[in-house]
């Protein structure tokens, strides 16, 4: 390579690098904007779901302590939606339909499910209706959850591992089941 060659691939290779790290940087957020197609600050996708850590979680208007409780969640792995989010706050759908904002540090990555039914649910030894009942989860129980394929998720609850209709548990929609343009409460 001569001289100027490559004193010229030397001008280049700053503004190609950079050029490269935010090519990067936007394919890499392409699934993790919120709505209004604003970047999440995490870096993950919303929605997304994630449970409550604790036995009792406090559910505010808004992302800060400032904020007036709503209520309290009493009810330790329940399954939430995350629609929105700040660094330090997650915008939360609920079982009910309810939108709140709770704290980073009382959620979970966990995965559950929750029966919303009031009759109990089947938990089967496969993928099928015709499988035979391994076990029934109880109404308003929270199970964790394995996996999902096929419209079917394995759930696990101490020792006993089968599966459930995705479509007849809490926690296992892909889209958003709120709208994050509306206000806490």
Known sequence: MSSKAAASFKSLRRPLT?????AGAVLASAGTVMPGDRPTPTGLE???????????????????MDYRILWQYRAKHLPVQVIAETREWRKICDPDGSIAWIHRTVASGRRSVFNPETTELGVRTGRSDMASLRARLQPRSIVALDSCKD?????QARKVRGWVRADSVFGTAERPLCDARRAAG
């Open 46 to 64: 919303v929605p997304r779901w994630i449970s409550l850590k604790s036995d009792t979680v406090s559910a505010r208007q808004g992302p800060g």
């Open 18 to 22: 950079v050029a490269l790290v935010v």
């Open 151 to 155: 419209g079917w998720c394995r759930v």
